[in-house]
């Protein structure tokens, strides 16, 4: 049996845990996850066929910031990503008002584009 530590990690991008909200196509999303190479999200497990491996979509993700004594800041990033990896989600505490749900790891092709920050 293979122990998983810091030595082993195959990722070469450092994850953020982190929910923001993410447009793909229609669907309104909120991330688990997400690092400069990709991001972690899950969805209804009825939509599983959509997010099949190798399949790429256009998203959006909004970006809400705050300090003190500062504005507070909305930014707009859009780019495209492709899905590399699903996860079936299986234990109880998973499942909510859609039912059980899966997760999909969704790489960006190239560097995602800021559309927009606003005050």
């Excluded at 998983?4 to 196509?25: A, C, G, P, V």
């Excluded at 190798?54 to 003190?68: H, N, Q």
């Amino acid at each position: 049996m293979i122990k998983f530590s810091k030595e082993n990690e195959r990722r070469t991008d450092q994850r953020r845990k982190q929910e923001l909200q993410i447009r793909l196509n229609d669907l309104q999303v909120r991330t688990k996850n997400i690092c400069s190479g990709g991001v972690y999200f899950e969805v209804p497990k009825d939509d599983r066929e959509t997010y099949s491996l190798g399949k790429t979509f256009p998203l959006e993700i909004t970006i809400s910031t705050s300090e003190c004594g500062y504005p507070n800041k909305i930014v707009k990033l859009s780019g495209v990503g492709i899905i590399i990896r699903t996860d079936p989600k299986t234990d109880e505490k998973d499942v909510n008002k859609y039912g059980k749900k899966f997760g999909v790891a969704l790489k960006f092709k190239k560097k995602l584009t800021i559309d927009s920050v606003t005050f």
